[in-house]
């Protein structure tokens, strides 16, 4: 079975400053998406960034972007310059290119930015 | 364009008690899920909707659960009896294409509290 892991459950950031979440899953699939998304106070969750697994090169969204390790399945995202409209919580998430295309997420890491 | 909307937003309720949950896809949207997110664990995947065919609901907790959506537009989930366990919030969202990691609109969640 397809698991997500976020090891780090909180973290904080001065603002302007660079901030690294850090995300691992376990498949024995070769295709695949990996995703980050933002839950904001508000709670309503939206894209981040998005990654397919055959794509070598790493996804990049103006200020942010990933570290797609595949061989360590690893997914890491990158927020540069980080301003305090990013304090939400970050939920990693995989999905498979096939078989019932559910995603799994991960627990989540709390990110604050600090003025 | 209209997000995906859920209601109520709350929901306290006693142990016991039968609660409904509804969410109204973004419209066009074929696939439709349910995730519930118990405090501080990760976000679970519940069941799959395409169109009005479940497509998978492996991750409906029991048969206290169900999940219906008529007519392939908005969804309903009720739980009866509901028990504290249950208590969490459930996540909706939407998507046009299956299986092609196209990101997933989410609705601002149902808090649910079983008391």
């Known amino acids: 079975a397809q698991t997500v892991t976020q090891s780090q459950p909180e973290m904080s950031v001065q603002e302007a400053e660079t901030v690294t979440l850090s995300c691992t899953y376990d498949?024995?699939?070769?295709?695949?998406?990996l995703f980050w998304y933002k839950q904001p106070p508000s709670r309503q969750m939206i894209l981040v960034i998005r990654q397919e697994a055959y794509k070598q090169q790493n996804a990049t969204e103006n200020r942010f972007s990933v570290n797609f390790q595949k061989a360590a399945k690893s997914f890491s995202l990158k927020i540069s310059d980080s301003q305090l409209g990013d304090t939400a919580m970050y939920f990693c998430a995989f999905m498979n290119q096939r078989g019932t295309y559910k995603y799994i997420f991960g627990t989540g890491t709390r990110l604050k930015v600090l003025a | 364009e209209a997000g995906v909307t859920q209601f109520p937003s709350h929901s306290v309720i006693e142990k016991g008690q039968t609660v409904t949950l509804r969410c109204d896809p973004i419209?066009?949207?074929?696939?439709l899920y349910w995730y519930r997110r118990v405090m501080g664990k990760e976000i679970k995947f519940l069941l799959h909707f395409v169109k009005e065919s479940k497509q998978d609901e492996s991750g409906m907790p029991n048969n206290r659960f169900l999940a219906e959506r008529t007519g392939g537009t908005y969804s309903t989930l009720k739980v009866q009896p509901a028990e504290l366990e249950d208590s969490g919030v459930y996540f909706c969202?939407?998507?046009?294409?299956?299986?092609?990691?196209?990101?997933?609109?989410f609705g601002s969640g149902t808090q649910l509290s079983v008391l």
């Open positions: 419209s066009g949207h074929d696939n």
């Open positions: 969202a939407s998507s046009t294409r299956t299986g092609t990691g196209e990101k997933l609109f």
């Open positions: 498949t024995s699939e070769n295709n695949y998406y």
